[in-house]
């Protein structure tokens, strides 16, 4: 099983620009989460869902949009990139098993905003 | 409203010595989970241990182990005998069990283990 995936690992966008983060479990976990985390920071909730077809804000939600497109995917999207979205994104998935209320965590993407 | 506290920003420890690291929480839920995560250099983040406020006994996982106060609030990760490969950061988190499922993490410990 390849847990949860993240692409793309690196983008560098100019300010203004859009684009879509990826992340996909093959876990059949129903919860999935996109944090950002910045320098000397813990990471921060930026959207979830707790099933298909639902999402939630977190605590950092502006300037983003997410889409869960069917159970195992759950996209990030930047509209319109500014450079304080600098930060590397991480995306989790959370269910049952093996570890009841565990969150399983993607291998991030390094987001830069010139 | 959640909030995790990790006080210790950096710690080098001997390698095959015991290590702990703090963390202190307050919630108002009245069932909640507490989690450690290891960050290595690579960047990856990587489940280490859970505990649930209803747990009676503390949590155990190979070398880690959590030494929970529930009165004291705290959540404190022990590493028995560190390796060098143990260097990272290390993240305290909780979440609620039931309804909202957020992760709240702490700012985290950056653990080096000296040869």
């Known amino acids: 099983n390849a847990g949860v995936t993240q692409t793309p690992k690196f983008q560098v966008l100019k300010t203004g620009q859009s684009m879509t983060l990826q992340c996909a479990q093959d876990m059949n976990h129903n919860s999935m989460y996109w944090y950002r985390q910045d320098p000397g920071m813990g990471l921060r909730l930026i959207y979830y869902?707790?099933?298909?077809?639902?999402?939630d804000k977190g605590e950092v939600p502006n300037g983003y949009n997410v889409s869960r497109l069917n159970k195992r995917e759950f996209s990030l999207r930047l509209e319109s990139a500014a450079p304080s979205q600098t930060s590397v994104y991480f995306c989790?998935?959370?269910?049952?098993?093996?570890?009841?209320?565990?969150?399983?965590f993607g291998p991030g993407t390094r987001l830069t905003v010139l | 409203a959640q909030k995790i506290t990790q006080t210790q920003p950096g710690m080098f420890v001997q390698e095959k010595e015991a290590v702990t690291l703090d963390c202190t929480y307050d919630?108002?839920?009245?069932?909640?989970?507490l989690f450690w995560y290891k960050q290595p250099s690579s960047g990856e983040m990587i489940f280490l241990i859970y505990q649930g406020s209803y747990d009676q006994q503390n949590a155990t996982e190979g070398r880690y182990s959590l030494n929970f106060q529930k009165a004291r609030k705290s959540a404190n990760l022990v590493i028995s005998a560190s390796q060098l490969g143990d260097s990272a950061m290390y993240f305290c988190a909780m979440s609620p069990l039931f309804g909202n499922e957020k992760l709240t993490f702490g700012t985290g410990t950056r653990l080096t283990i000296i040869p």
């Open positions: 989790a998935s959370r269910g049952q098993k093996p570890k009841q209320d565990t969150q399983y």
């Open positions: 869902s707790a099933s298909e077809g639902t999402t």
């Open positions: 919630t108002s839920d009245p069932s909640y989970g």
